[in-house]
């Protein structure tokens, strides 16, 4: 698709209604049962005989893919072998709740209490020692162990960094113990890594299910944006959101006033002040929807060496961010989108320093392949976040963070099968996007969020918002 770049505007629009997501019906057993084999076969790859998969409560999402269970207070292990019924392990107050696995309750998956897993001065005195556990799962001398934790690494990061392992020490001792010193390793790029990690190839019910969390979040940035004035504070504006009840991907940030400076602050008391920054999100698994402008209701609110904010600043950004999402289909390297944004948001004027793009699962940050000369190639199934972060001292930032997907005609058509209202949903936001804001969309991109490319300079007057010229 080839693109020119055109000039930025501010159009006057209602906000469109794309409709709600109902909550979709979670994974079958049956999926389940397929990301294990999956995992079984590259496991066999790497000729490992064992993957010990680790999981809390802010690192859940491997285990929660492959299972449905994600740990609550608690520490968590899944072990697969080449063969037979994989085991969770979890602590005292988890073995209730790992009845919301289909693969347990459909006796794919083994149960063990161990209650170290547990909160300090619990009970301790009813289960085995890790190391049973472990040597109970045929790990011994002849075994090759990958464990898969949260981050794998580079030998430029850390020399062997096969052998780096981040998960706690007691349990890679233990594991070296009994399988040896070199035959423990990394294996979190089995499911992480931008390329081939299985969690970047999302089938038609995580793209359901993070329709919907997307869905929520995204009405709640548009509830509070609607619903701010003058003299609220954060914590109320933020109230005017709600919240639908699944988990939060990471953080609410709400930062202004006195807490501008502090990017990941939440509410802290602050008022809502004519002339001020502001940016703020809500995230849910799968979701995180952000919106960065001024408390203003046009250029004359705003400091005086900031009143060309919309032409000198975000204007351009978006301008850019559409030819950032012309290049998003299958086979762009990331290196080419992140060599578009350095190139056209320089960081002397923007400050853009994360990765301009990244991968989004059941966690809010899974890997990215947007990074300097990276010929990691984007793919169908991919969860991205339009995350582009500007920052200035000067104009604060402008931001049109949301979630959407890269899917092929073939993963197209499973959607429409299986969730059509969920794949209509998203061929309106695609309608919009193009013929009211003018960003034009490979036909690979499946918008997530209600507010799709929506971006208001003005919180205060929330339905002038920036479109292209046609």
């Keep these: 698709m080839a693109v020119s770049t055109r000039a930025h505007r501010i159009i006057q629009i209602g906000w469109p209604e794309f409709g709600q997501a109902a909550y979709p019906p979670p994974a079958s057993s049956v999926e389940f049962q397929l990301r294990v084999d999956k995992l079984r076969a590259v496991m066999d790859e790497r000729k490992l005989t064992h993957l010990v998969v680790y999981g809390d409560r ?13 740990p609550r207070f608690e520490e968590t292990l899944f072990i697969l072998s080449a063969a037979g019924t994989p085991l969770l392990v979890v602590g005292n107050e988890c073995e209730a709740y790992v009845g919301v696995s289909p693969l ?50 580079s030998d430029q990061e850390v020399p ?3 052998f780096a392992i981040e998960l706690p020490s007691y349990l890679i001792d233990t594991l070296r113990t009994l399988a040896g ?23 038609p019910s995580e793209i359901a ?44 940030t709400f930062t202004t006033g006195r807490n501008a400076h502090l990017g990941l602050s939440g509410p802290r008391g602050e008022k809502i002040k004519r002339g001020e920054p502001l940016s703020f999100n809500l995230s849910y698994w799968g979701s995180n929807s952000c919106r960065s402008g001024w408390i203003a209701s046009s250029a004359r609110d705003l400091p005086a060496a900031a009143a060309d904010y919309v032409a000198g600043f975000a204007g351009v950004y978006f301008e850019v961010m559409s030819e950032w999402f012309a290049m998003l289909k299958p086979g762009t390297a990331g290196g080419k989108l992140w060599r578009l944004i350095a190139d056209r948001l320089p960081f002397e004027r923007y400050g853009i320093f994360l990765n301009p793009g990244h991968l989004i699962h059941l966690d809010e ?8 000369n990276s010929e990691v190639p984007l793919h169908s199934g991919m969860a991205i976040q339009v995350d582009v972060i500007p920052s200035s001292p000067v104009y604060a930032s402008t931001r049109m963070e949301d979630g959407l997907v890269l899917a092929d005609k073939e993963l197209r058509k499973q959607l429409q099968q299986t969730f ?6 998203c061929q309106k936001r695609r309608k919009f ?32 918002v920036f479109a292209l010229e046609p």
């Design 420 to 425: 059509p209202d969920c794949y209509a949903r």
């Design 209 to 252: 299910y993070f329709e919907y969390t997307s869905v929520q979040a995204s009405e709640s940035v548009k509830r509070m944006i609607f619903g701010m004035r003058e003299g609220m504070t954060d914590h109320e504006v933020v109230a005017l959101g709600g919240t639908c009840g699944e988990p939060l991907g990471c953080h609410v």
């Design 58 to 70: 802010e690192h859940f999402a491997n285990v929660a893919y492959l299972t449905g269970f994600d």
């Design 365 to 372: 940050w899974l890997s990215s392949p947007v990074y300097p």
């Design 104 to 153: 347990f309750t459909d006796g794919k998956l083994r149960r063990e209490r161990f209650q170290p897993f547990s909160l300090l001065n619990q009970p301790r005195e009813q289960s085995r020692k890790i190391r049973d556990v472990f040597a109970g799962e045929g790990i011994d001398g002849t075994s090759r162990v990958g464990c898969v934790g949260w981050k794998y690494f």
């Design 160 to 162: 062997g960094a096969q």
């Design 181 to 203: 010193q070199d035959r423990v390793v990394n294996s979190t790029d089995l499911l992480m890594h931008p390329g081939y990690g299985l969690r970047t190839f999302c089938t």
């Design 433 to 464: 996007m193009t013929d009211v804001l003018g960003i034009e969309l490979p036909e690979e991109i499946l918008p997530l969020s209600n507010i799709p490319g929506i971006v208001p300079p003005f919180f205060l007057a929330p339905n002038e």
